[in-house]
């Protein structure tokens, strides 16, 4: 019953340079497809779709190819009367959009824009008995959300208003065995959701009920001959896990345990040299949320034709320096 | 966008799915538009339900529309007999498993079945629990339908012990399955604690209240047939990591006591330095000083301004109050947050004095290996060398022996542990660096022990290919320190815990920050030949270790720098003799 390994082959002519004006342009024309299929059928996650693209661009120092105008005023006109933000005109709100448009404005420097106050009440709405977030009124918890809800108000400067101890209470019991982090209490430990957890515990100041040593090892377990990560054991290769990974890595001090030359190959394979962009493995299609990922990776990595990104808010450094924010990170 | 692959396509094949695509593209944006708008008209019926219907089917992500459903639903059931509600649910789960098959993972999908069970009249558990069936023999790894199954699991009066029979049937039929194990690692707890501590009742906390719920530990005859699952894995298939992970769990045990560790008083400066068994917040925990049966004001500080969270905490006892070589002493540092407390007697001619835990290893380094029986845990490592005999190149085997090796003999075993290092970083060269730091902290435990064995505050781990320091908070009354040789590339802030040190040598490393020598009170020798320090900058945190006289830095890129002999003798004016 030999269990084979999952990945991928790198082909010998994958892209192993950087191709940052090609996917600048990518994510430029993206936007401007507005009646464009996959476009319009990933309406519901507008929000977040601009967070990706726009903080891509920044990084690559590009922002100023997007329309900013146009952005801040579907912000305005997504926030409701509640406060939360939605991901696009006629969709709920939810705490994941309402931590993106809140990414956006931080980029663009006019968080006043919507009405603060509001987008404060509405994350502390959200919080439950045991200290947990949902998304939204309908009561879905993970610890997803407990994130959305530390990051939103960080970025606000807000973090008084929630009860900061049931908070960190509930992330902590969502500790595995393994030293990961799952949804709720109980699940599986996921990178995504390490990502979230330590990020959170980041924002808190709580880093050092983490079990570095424990979880470091799972982490750079996740490296595969191909030099990718993958999100949990047995599972295939993908840079936006080779994102979770990397980042939790580097907010628990131990981004030194995997191969970075080898991630970087990987990484750089994902490349669509026709098109631009990033897929999640090479060969694939590529879309925004991958360019994000695959190019907030190299960073992290030392790329330095790219803006340093920080790893718990995943903005540029520039960005958080001006607000203030400086996240903990384990040395 | 997952694990879609690019194909290559003719012109032709192109145009004919763009024609599809907007044909697709147009029934899907009047669909949505007739939604919306019977949303804002504040319509709740049937044909809500038939046309959002239409746009999850395709596209069960779209999270407004599974809102717009439950308004519907919930304003359907107002206007319904009791019967009609179960049915009207039940035809709301049967459309649900037809999402969940075109999009097992879908966060929207599980979410609202696990709302409509709760609007259920009369909830069906085993019809869900057959449904999680079914849905892990497609894909045993899907942890939505794990999480969806644990709360089904609750309703439906599973116990524990068949839930631990289900796991184990999993792992039976493959191995491979990461989250059956990490399932049992969360039953067996439940299942089997541990005997509770005999001495302290009132110590062992509610499972569920607990945020620590993943430390509670496993029964040891339990244990033991843990033992046996996982070697059957492993020695079926040495290369699965699950079994491998569960088994290192395994091997671990509950954290530290929390406790004061060490109580240190010096009548120079009339300071006091305590350290603790885990990082805390010296302001919040609620630390009070006893001096002579007075309670003292003092103002608690981190060794380190970097951290808000230390196991070292200081404070200056107010001005004259120990200072006289013939007073006798008395101090006590409670911990009021945790009811336990440490006493100190500082003796008339002593100039210093501590107390703390006359260390054993076990008490200071095992915290994650096993305290069972050393007769198990040899019969464990037997078996895992017979598994390296037939598998020399595995390197989960190498790192679990490597493991049990330090449970039973950590200084013992040391000169093959050693050697194991050496072969993992060669099989595994990818994770190398996390191997070099795992040996370094394994022989910098040893050291200590060697250390404490000797009763002398000398701590000397030269030559020895360190890559990075831990557990400095042991050191809190070391003197003399000499890590020459090594790679360290960094003093780390920790570094300054070491409040008793004296002399530092550290030549020929490639130390780049010095960052961790900062207010150490009684430093006065530092030798760093042959390191990497480039900016006099490196050097600032120097000019606050007040007794600092003798500095060696030769070998270093600092020496380049314009006048920077007058530089240094300004910024460190008290330095006597400096070698550049």
């Known amino acids: 019953m030999g269990t084979q390994v999952k990945d991928v082959i790198i082909k010998p002519d994958s892209p192993n340079t950087l191709l940052l004006d090609k996917h600048a342009d990518y994510i430029a024309a993206y936007g401007s497809k507005k009646d464009d299929y996959e476009y319009t059928l990933s309406e519901y996650l507008r929000m977040s779709g601009i967070y990706w693209g726009l903080t891509v661009m920044d990084l690559m120092g590009q922002l100023s190819r997007m329309n900013r105008e146009e952005i801040i005023d579907f912000i305005k006109s997504c926030q409701h009367d509640c406060g939360g933000i939605s991901a696009s005109i006629g969709h709920d709100p939810h705490l994941l959009y309402t931590l993106s448009a809140v990414q956006i404005l931080s980029l663009y420097d006019c968080i006043n824009v919507i009405d603060v106050d509001k987008v404060v009440d509405y994350v502390r709405g959200l919080q439950q008995e045991d200290g947990s977030f949902a998304g939204d009124k309908w009561g879905e918890i993970d610890t997803r959300f407990s994130f959305c809800a530390v990051a939103t108000l960080a970025l606000l400067g807000k973090m008084d208003a929630i009860k900061m101890d049931k908070a960190v209470e509930f992330v902590l019991s969502c500790m595995n065995f393994d030293g990961g982090f799952g949804c709720r209490p109980g699940s599986e430990s996921h990178a995504g959701q390490i990502y979230c957890c330590t990020g959170f515990l980041s924002v808190t100041g709580q880093l050092h009920q983490v079990n570095a040593d424990l979880l470091g090892w799972w982490l750079c377990e996740r490296q595969l001959p191909s030099g990718g990560l993958n999100g949990r054991p047995e599972k295939l290769p993908d840079v936006c896990y080779s994102w979770w990974v990397l980042a939790s890595l580097k907010i628990i001090g131990r981004i030194h345990w995997i191969d970075k030359a080898k991630l970087r190959n990987f990484i750089l394979a994902c490349q669509d040299e026709e098109t631009g962009g990033f897929a999640d493995r090479p060969g694939d299609m590529v879309d925004p949320f991958h360019t994000l990922f695959g190019v907030a990776g190299l960073s992290l990595l030392g790329d330095e034709q790219i803006k340093p990104v920080n790893p718990v808010f995943c903005m540029p450094e520039d960005v958080l320096q001006r607000i203030g924010l400086q996240p903990d990170l384990l040395s | ?580």
Not at chain 2, 284 to 311: I, K, N, T, Y
Request: glycine share 2%; charged share 25%.
């Open chain 2, 1 to 580: 966008m997952h694990g879609r692959v690019k194909l290559k396509s003719t012109a032709q094949q192109e145009e004919e799915k763009r024609k599809e695509r907007e044909k697709k593209l147009k029934a899907f944006v009047s669909t949505r538009d007739a939604v919306l708008k019977k949303r804002s008209a504040g319509e709740q019926d049937e044909e809500a339900l038939h046309l959002t219907q239409l746009l999850l089917s395709s596209n069960p992500d779209i999270a407004t529309l599974w809102n717009y459903r439950r308004e519907v639903l919930l304003h359907l059931e107002t206007l319904r007999e009791k019967d009609e509600v179960q049915k009207l649910y039940e035809c709301e789960l049967h459309f649900i498993e037809v999402c969940l098959k075109v999009n097992p993972k879908s966060y929207g999908c599980w979410h609202h079945r696990t709302w409509v069970n709760t609007r259920l009249p009369r909830p069906d558990w085993t019809r869900e629990l057959g449904l999680c069936d079914r849905c892990l023999g497609l894909d045993e790894r899907n942890f939505h339908c794990w999480d969806y199954r644990r709360t089904v699991v609750k309703e439906s009066g599973v116990s524990v012990e068949q839930d631990l029979e289900f796991t184990e049937r999993l792992i039976g039929s493959n191995f491979s399955n990461y989250s059956s194990w990490h399932y049992r690692s969360t039953l067996l707890p439940r299942l089997r604690p541990p005997p509770p501590p005999d001495s302290a009742p009132d110590t062992s906390p509610a499972p569920s209240a607990s945020p620590q719920v993943h430390s509670h530990r496993v029964c040891e005859e339990q244990l033991l047939k843990e033992y046996e699952l996982a070697h059957n894995a492993f020695f079926t298939d040495p290369n699965d990591q699950s079994a491998w992970f569960y088994y290192r769990w395994l091997l671990g045990r509950a954290e530290r006591e929390e406790m004061i560790s060490c109580v240190y008083i010096s009548r120079e400066g009339e300071r006091v330095s305590v350290a603790f068994s885990k990082p805390v917040h010296a302001l919040a925990v609620g630390l009070m000083l006893v001096l002579d049966g007075q309670p003292q004001r003092v103002e608690w500080r981190c060794a380190h301004p970097r951290f808000r969270h230390s196991p070292v905490w200081l404070c200056d006892l107010p001005p004259g109050s120990i200072s006289d070589m013939s007073n006798e002493h008395n101090l006590t540092v409670h911990w009021t947050e945790k009811h336990t407390h440490r006493d100190c007697a500082l003796y008339t001619g002593c100039a210093e004095s501590w107390c703390r835990d006359s260390a054993t290893d076990q008490e200071l380094f095992r915290s994650e290996l096993s305290v069972e029986k050393s007769s198990v845990l040899q019969a464990e490592l037997e078996s895992c060398n017979q598994l390296l005999e037939l598998e020399p190149q595995n390197k989960w085997c190498l790192l679990t022996i490597i493991l049990l090796m330090r449970a039973l003999d950590p200084l013992g075993h040391e000169k093959e542990t050693l050697a194991h290092f050496q072969s993992l970083k060669e099989v595994d060269p990818m994770r190398s660096s996390y191997y070099s730091d795992l040996c370094s902290k394994f022989l910098i435990e040893n050291t200590i022990l060697k250390m404490e064995y000797a009763e002398v505050r000398v701590f000397s781990l030269s030559n020895k290919n360190l890559t990075t320091l831990c557990h400095l908070d042991q050191l809190l009354l070391v003197t003399h320190i000499n890590l020459s040789s090594n790679q360290l590339v960094r003093l780390p802030p920790q570094f300054a815990m070491l409040q008793c040190l004296e002399v530092l040598e550290a030549d020929d490393n490639a130390i780049e920050s010095l960052e961790g020598l900062y207010h150490l009170p009684k430093l006065e020798e530092v030798s760093l030949k042959n390191n990497h320090i480039c900016k006099l900058s490196d050097l600032e945190s120097l000019a606050s270790c007040i007794k600092l006289a003798r500095l060696d830095l030769r070998g270093n890129p600092v020496h380049k720098t314009a006048n920077i002999e007058s530089e240094i003798s300004q910024l460190l004016p008290l330095v006597t003799a400096l070698s550049l």
